[in-house]
């Protein structure tokens, strides 16, 4: 999906507004590697993926824990940092070469004053977002390791064939040996 129409989509604005709104986001490509947030420093720019992948990860306990890989078509952000001014708790790292759209916070906070009813627009996108991290919490409370796996095949199985197994099955809160077993069944 273009960036128009997830602006389109995801906020519910008309044509016009989401032609508005795109104005603000600009290109970028990088390289596989990339560091484009570090845990620590604030997030200042809200991305949406057109090409590759990004992994969002944090170290914990001398650990790597994956909490999402991004494909195209999604916006990303820190949201705890960009909403609350306060530092990343994740790194975002390109898996892959990446382009993207990038809006900065000042140029977003432009918005209110140029589409109506901003406010309840991004209220109800922000909901959105929490609804999914809900149902990703939901999951691992409720399923065990093999039926989440099942779960993240039927969505994401693409993921497979384009980044490091061992990345899935952190994302999945499993070791990459039963990643591996699960696979073979």
Known sequence: MSLQASLQFLLHLTDNEAQEAANYFVPHTYNKNTSLLEAGKEATQLFFLTEGYIRIH??????????????????ITDLSSWLFDQPARWNFTTLTPVSLFSVSKKDYKQLQTKIADWQTKERNFIGHCFHQMEQRIFQFLSQNSEERYHAFCQDYAFLFNQVPHQYIASLLGMTPETLSRLRRK
């Open 58 to 75: 944090a170290d914990f306990d001398g650990k790597e824990i994956t909490q999402w890989i991004s494909a195209p078509g999604y916006f």
